[in-house]
Nanobody
Framework: EVQVVESGGGLVQSGGSLRLSCTASGLDFADYVMMWFRQSPGKEREGVYCISKGGVAYLFADSVNGRFTISRDNAKRTMYLQMNELNAGDSAMYYC????????????????WGQGTQVTVSS
């Protein structure tokens, strides 16, 4: 059984930082691209960042450019999202998703999802 679990969310003041983690089991982690999506109430799910099997990062949300960094540790079966200079616009439920092959922005292409971790940024 494949399990994808996010952690690291919470309440942070504007300008602060958080690091999200996503651990996947039940699949060959190194053979999957991993993606962060986020969704705020009343808004569509948005692709944030994706990382290839080899560790190449693909930015999907221009609003986080220069503030967020994605990384992965295949030995630990874990992906990370370092989020700096957080602002109210970053408040959302953050989801981790996995798919084989290549990074894509369409959430329908991702087979495996976590339950999400909430990020709330207070002004």
């Amino acid at each position: 059984e494949v399990q994808v679990v996010e952690s690291g969310g919470g309440l942070v003041q504007s300008g602060g930082s958080l690091r999200l983690s996503c651990t996947a089991s039940g699949l060959d982690f190194a053979d999957y691209v991993m993606m962060w999506f986020r969704q705020s109430p009343g808004k569509e799910r948005e692709g944030v960042y994706c990382i290839s099997k080899g560790g190449v990062a693909y930015l999907f949300a221009d609003s986080v450019n220069g503030r967020f960094t994605i990384s992965r540790d295949n030995a630990k079966r874990t992906m990370y999202l370092q989020m700096n200079e957080l602002n109210a616009g970053d408040s959302a439920m953050y989801y981790c998703a996995a798919r084989p092959a290549f990074c894509r922005g369409d959430s329908n292409l991702y087979a495996y999802w976590g339950q999400g971790t909430q990020v709330t940024v207070s002004s």
